[in-house]
C-alpha cells in the first residue's frame, strides 16, 4: 500500500505561481512512477505530468509544457509540481498518483494509488 498527501495548493492571480507537493509513505518510493491529474468542476479527470522511478524522464499534456515541472526528491519520497504562468483554465483539484506497473503514463487506469486532492484556483 501506499499513501498519498498532497499539499500547496491555493488561490493565486492569473500568471501566478504554485508549487506542489505529495509525500508518499508505505512503500519503496523510487519503484514507483509518479503523475499529477486534475480535474476541473464537470469535467474528467485529466493526466498532467508523470515522471519516471528514477526522475530522468518526465512527460507533460500540451497545455502544461513550458509552464509546469515535475520533479521528485526520492529520499524524501516526494513529487512536485512547479506550476508558473498558471492560467484560470488551470483551475482544477491536483491529484497525485502512484504506479507500481505501468502501461501508460497518461491513462488514469494505469495508477494505483492516488492522494485526496489539493485544490487549486486561478483568478483572472
Known amino acids: 500500500q501506499v499513501q498519498l498527501v498532497e499539499s500547496g495548493g491555493g488561490l493565486v492571480q492569473t500568471g501566478g505561481s504554485l508549487r506542489l507537493s505529495c509525500a508518499a509513505s508505505?512503500?519503496?518510493?523510487?519503484?514507483?512512477?509518479m503523475g499529477w491529474f486534475r480535474q476541473a468542476p464537470g469535467k474528467e479527470r485529466e493526466f498532467v505530468a508523470a515522471?519516471?522511478?528514477?526522475?530522468?524522464?518526465?512527460f507533460y499534456t500540451n497545455s502544461v509544457k513550458g509552464r509546469f515541472t515535475i520533479s521528485r526528491d526520492n529520499a524524501e519520497n516526494t513529487v512536485y509540481l512547479q506550476m508558473n504562468n498558471l492560467k484560470p483554465e488551470d483551475t482544477a483539484v491536483y491529484y497525485c498518483?502512484?504506479?507500481?506497473?505501468?502501461?501508460?503514463?497518461?491513462?488514469?487506469?494505469?495508477?494505483?494509488?492516488w492522494g485526496q486532492g489539493t485544490q487549486v484556483t486561478v483568478s483572472s
Open positions: 515522471i519516471s522511478w528514477s526522475g530522468g524522464t518526465t
Open positions: 508505505g512503500r519503496t518510493f523510487s519503484s514507483l512512477v
Open positions: 498518483a502512484a504506479a507500481s506497473n505501468l502501461s501508460s503514463y497518461q491513462k488514469k487506469t494505469s495508477y494505483e494509488y
